[in-house]
């Protein structure tokens, strides 16, 4: 049974909705923190009892609020994910500035999270999951992270479309096009064990970059 952090993640409007960690209470945030620092340290070997033991709760509370294993794993790629802003944009008052700074923003947000050590240890961890044919966290990062990021922006290029800004068949394809130029081989070179850093400089740049190529793309002259 969905409790009531869950559900309100499931009725997202992205257009309207900005989802932080707000979502989560304090107490569920330092689970979460305790779940994502084993992840990091151990691999996909997380049980309920060792974030128990971390978080120092009850397994009972975490069964209460997540349900199960699978449950927790879900929460814990949301709360990552949602690092990466939804753009709020006014489909009335819609401009092609306010249109370049949602998605701008979107882009820095997605890249200063996909270069984190967390979101590559759990990608890590996911590719491995695919590979070994298993269900659980592969599913649920390419479910609540790759798909998710689509989910959340593409309302936004179709508003900068209805509003005769931007010209594409396809939001899909699209968004598609925008994640490549945002992250480029950022994401596989740290991926395979490239040790490199992101500086704020270099992710403000390369998500204004990015957003610039798109624009020349897709933008209606």
Known sequence: METGWLT????LKPETVDLREEAFTTRQQQVLTAALELLVEGGAGLTMTAVARRASCSKETLYKWFGDRDGLL????????????????DRHRLDAQKLRDS????????????????????????????????????TIVLENGRLEMGRRLKPVLEAGRDARLLRFDSSE??????????????????????HFALSA??????????TEQFLQLYQRS
């Open 8 to 11: 309100m993640l499931h009725g």
């Open 74 to 89: 879900t929460a814990t790629v949301q709360w990552q994910a949602a690092k990466v802003r939804v753009p709020k944009v």
């Open 103 to 138: 998605i701008e923003q979107f882009g820095r947000d997605l890249l200063d999270t996909l270069a984190g050590e967390i979101s590559v240890t759990l990608n890590r961890l996911a590719v491995t999951h695919a590979g070994e044919e298993k269900r659980g966290l592969g």
């Open 173 to 194: 394809e699209a968004f598609r096009t925008f994640f490549g130029l945002v992250v480029r081989d950022v994401q596989i070179r740290l991926l395979l064990g490239d």
């Open 201 to 210: 400089a270099d992710i403000e740049r390369d998500a204004a970059r990015a």
